[in-house]
């Protein structure tokens, strides 16, 4: 493992990531904090490589390193075929959509690509694992955004749809959120 990630993270550095600010640290310290807490979580190695390459299109939200995607495949050849699709969806999601998703339940889950503006369809893990790449992507962050309040209910939806560990990790982080930020 030790070697593949040295790999991951030498990919990473030749894109300059390290250089791209990111909530109070670098953008490659960002990826390898989501990394390492999905890693704590117990998520599968294919799922937190897609969370280390969780926001390499850029997102919805953060755009301040997008890599074209006519790399896709090289991406995908790094990371694995699935992996590099969960990362581009995480990037390429429309949050709405996403958000409206992840209050239903069934066996597949319809979310809208904002970069092409098609309709995808997941099964029911891909959906999941994609719920927790970017819910642990968010509680790496929080703490250092102090944006208590950003999609607030979503992040919460999603750590009650993948259940006890998830909840606690949620709960975690935001329990060190400050009591003004709470009334304000």
Same mark, same amino acid.
């Given at each position: =493992?030790?070697?593949?990630? !040295?790999?991951?993270?030498?990919?990473?550095?030749? @894109?300059? +990531?390290? @250089? #791209?600010?990111?909530?109070? !640290? %670098?953008?490659? $310290?960002?990826?390898?904090? +989501? /990394?390492?807490? =999905?890693?704590?979580?117990?998520?599968?190695?294919?799922?937190?490589?897609?969370?280390?390459?969780? %926001? &390499? /299109?850029?997102?919805?939200?953060?755009?301040?390193?997008?890599?074209?995607?006519?790399?896709? $495949?090289? #991406?995908?050849?790094?990371?694995?075929?699935?992996?590099? *699709?969960?990362?581009?969806?995480?990037?390429? =999601?429309?949050?709405?959509?996403?958000?409206?998703?992840? !209050? @239903?339940?069934?066996?597949?889950?319809? &979310?809208?690509?904002?970069?092409?503006?098609? $309709?995808?369809?997941?099964?029911?893990?891909?959906?999941?694992?994609?719920?927790? &790449?970017?819910?642990?992507?968010?509680?790496?962050?929080?703490?250092? %955004?102090?944006?208590?309040? /950003?999609?607030?209910?979503? /992040?919460?939806? =999603?750590? #009650?749809?993948?259940?006890?560990?998830?909840?606690?990790?949620?709960? *975690?982080?935001?329990?060190?959120? %400050?009591?003004?930020?709470? *009334?304000?």
């Amino acid at each position: =493992m030790a070697e593949n990630f !040295k790999r991951l993270t030498d990919f990473l550095l030749a @894109q300059g +990531v390290e @250089q #791209v600010a990111h909530t109070g !640290k %670098s953008y490659l $310290a960002h990826l390898i904090g +989501v /990394y390492k807490l =999905m890693e704590t979580q117990a998520c599968t190695e294919e799922t937190c490589r897609a969370g280390l390459f969780h %926001s &390499i /299109y850029g997102t919805e939200r953060f755009q301040g390193f997008k890599l074209p995607l006519e790399r896709r $495949a090289e #991406v995908r050849s790094l990371i694995g075929e699935r992996a590099e *699709r969960l990362a581009y969806l995480n990037c390429a =999601m429309n949050r709405a959509s996403f958000d409206r998703a992840v !209050k @239903q339940a069934g066996n597949r889950y319809a &979310i809208t690509d904002r970069l092409t503006g098609a $309709a995808v369809s997941l099964p029911c893990e891909d959906f999941d694992d994609l719920c927790r &790449i970017h819910l642990y992507d968010w509680l790496e962050q929080a703490p250092r %955004s102090q944006e208590w309040g /950003y999609r607030r209910e979503a /992040y919460r939806d =999603m750590a #009650v749809r993948l259940g006890e560990r998830a909840q606690q990790a949620y709960d *975690r982080v935001f329990a060190v959120e %400050s009591p003004a930020a709470v *009334r304000g």
